[in-house]
């Protein structure tokens, strides 16, 4: 018998004891013995549960228990979650978690945490929830070198962009539809403004690069300012919008950016519709490999954490972490990157207003969604973010033009 406790009885907490039980046979078959869940730590009591026979509000206890060799940490937040999965791996624990802001956050310290103690600390979770990623980086794509990853981390606001583009909706009427889905949060900044997705994104490039990526370094845009109007000229150009997480090893350097996309019908990733998740990933060797599923929710999440749970429990005694170390690896600026942009231009004067345009941008290729409608957007061809910012800021000046109504990136 292999024993378990779980911190956190919330919707992947009760996934991962839901999961142990349920397949139970199938995962002892797999082990070699069974993998059964001695504690679980919460604030309630879940009394009436059948679960209230396994909480503990101490996590002391757990810590003190010598027969618990793997704690699934499924609480969220920084505190109390870092020092708790700390001191277990400092006790020699194995500690496996969903927690991305922890992992994105202390992942290197962790780590090496866990290396010093003969423990693992594991977190397959933590980015894709059900989708096996981080595992795929690590034990089936190791013949190549990872140049690019690139995919959409979030589904709340995929499901949205989704809506938005289906269904011809507002941002605001598409949140509000999130949010009675139960996908949005009541404050939904961490998935709408890109934070989720960037945490998700510094794990990525940290694992492809084998140092540490700072979330705080990575250009970070979320979906709030997407308007019907844009999602309107996206599909009029063939494309669609996508929050799209990349990272990617050049000659110069690393670069790592979340942004919204206008994405072409040749990008698999513009496939990807609704709450679902994708990881495209480009090796040197076996050119692009796709990763479709489920990146939330309670049973997906838990599938993820419990294969981790199940990894341990097969290699108790094993170092199998997998990571990065703690140097800081300093990324390029976005300001050096080259970018396409869809820029929407209002003009109080449509004929100087294109000639601006082309003046600057050089021959473009106007496009409009109406006749006369006071506005009309161009793709600005390839060039620096710091170019293209330029060029944009000096439209205003024009004559002609009455103000630049946005600018998102696109693929061409
Ligand atoms: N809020 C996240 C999402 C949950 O919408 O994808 C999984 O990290």
Redo the contacts with the bound molecule.
């Keep these: 018998m292999v024993y378990a406790a779980v911190l956190g009885y919330g919707t992947v907490g009760s996934g991962v004891v839901e999961i142990l039980e349920r397949n139970r046979e199938i995962i002892k078959k797999r082990v070699g013995e069974e993998i059964k869940v001695k504690y679980v730590l919460d604030l309630r009591d879940f009394e009436g549960q059948p679960v209230q026979e396994l909480i503990v509000h101490d996590f002391d206890l757990i810590l003190k228990d010598d027969d618990v060799k793997i704690i699934a940490e499924s609480m969220g937040g920084l505190n109390p979650a870092y020092s708790f999965v700390k001191k277990a791996l400092e006790s020699g624990k194995s500690v496996t978690t969903s927690n ?1 802001e922890l992992v994105a956050a202390y992942g290197a310290e962790l780590i090496k945490t866990a290396k010093a103690n003969g423990a693992n600390f594991l977190f397959e979770a933590s980015v894709g ?1 059900g989708i096996p990623i981080l595992r795929s980086l690590n034990q089936c794509l190791t013949a190549d070198e990872i140049t690019q990853i690139s995919g959409i ?5 995929n499901y949205m962009l989704t809506k938005m583009t289906d269904e011809g909706l507002e941002y605001d009427d598409v949140l509000k539809q999130a949010q009675s889905m139960g ?1 949005a949060e009541k404050d939904p900044t ?2 709408v403004e890109g934070y ?1 997705s960037c945490r998700k994104t510094a794990i990525l490039a940290s694992i492809i690069t084998g140092k540490r990526v700072d979330y705080e370094d990575i250009y970070t845009e979320g979906i709030t300012n997407i308007s019907k109007t844009d999602i309107e000229y996206a599909k009029k150009l063939g494309g669609k919008i996508k929050l799209l997480a990349c990272a990617e090893k050049t000659d110069n350097g690393v670069w790592a950016r979340v942004c919204p996309v206008i994405t072409n019908k040749k990008n698999p990733l513009s496939t990807v519709d609704d ?1 679902f ?1 994708s990881v495209l990933v480009e090796g040197n060797m076996v050119d692009k490999v796709m990763f479709y599923g489920r ?2 929710g309670k049973l997906p ?1 838990a599938s993820a954490v419990v294969s981790d749970i199940i990894d341990e429990a097969k290699n108790l005694g094993s170092d199998i972490t997998f990571g990065w170390q703690e140097d800081k690896l300093d990324i390029l600026s976005i300001d050096d990157i080259s970018v396409s942009k869809l820029i929407r231009v209002e003009y109080n004067d449509k004929a100087k207003a294109k000639d601006a345009v082309m003046r600057i941008f050089g021959d473009v290729a106007v496009t409009e969604l109406e006749e006369d409608n006071g506005e009309f957007a161009f793709i600005s061809p390839k060039q620096t973010e710091r170019n293209v910012n330029k060029k944009i800021n000096s439209l205003l000046n024009e004559d002609g033009i009455s103000n630049v109504l946005g600018a998102i990136r696109a693929e061409n």
């Design positions: 991305k929830g981390l979030n589904g709340t606001t996908y961490n998935d989720d709450v998740n990146g939330a999440t």
